[in-house]
């Protein structure tokens, strides 16, 4: 059974930082893109990053660019989103979410998602 599992959401300052984590089972990851995603309220869900199989290419959104650091770990079946100098307009529910290739900072034919998990930026 294919899962992905958020964690590492929480309540933060302006300026501070969180480090998301997406575990995954049922699958051999090393073989799938992963991306991350992010649905802020009232608003679409959003590509933010992405991270090849083949050669750990990453891809980020032109807002995240120099804040967000996006890396996996085979070994551990995890894939990680580093959040530095977090904005209140970083505020959403992120997702992982398991495709065939990154097609720039998304996922092509993502087929997983988890459930997510919430991050609040504010003073």
């Known amino acids: 059974q294919v899962q992905l599992v958020e964690s590492g959401g929480g309540l933060v300052h302006p300026g501070g930082s969180l480090r998301l984590s997406c575990a995954a089972s049922?699958?051999?990851?090393?073989?799938?893109?992963i991306g991350w995603l992010r649905q802020a309220p009232g608003k679409e869900r959003e590509g933010v990053s992405c991270?090849?199989?083949?050669?750990?290419?990453?891809y980020y959104v032109d807002s995240v660019k120099g804040r967000f650091t996006v890396s996996r770990d085979n070994a551990k079946a995890t894939v990680y989103l580093q959040m530095n100098s977090l904005k209140p307009e970083d505020t959403a529910v992120y997702y992982c979410?398991?495709?065939?290739?990154?097609?720039?900072?998304?996922?092509?034919?993502?087929?997983?998602w988890g459930n997510g998990t919430l991050v609040t930026v504010s003073s």
């Open positions: 979410a398991r495709g065939y290739y990154c097609s720039g900072y998304s996922p092509y034919r993502m087929d997983y």
């Open positions: 049922g699958f051999s990851l090393e073989y799938y893109a």
């Open positions: 991270i090849s199989a083949s050669d750990d290419t990453t």
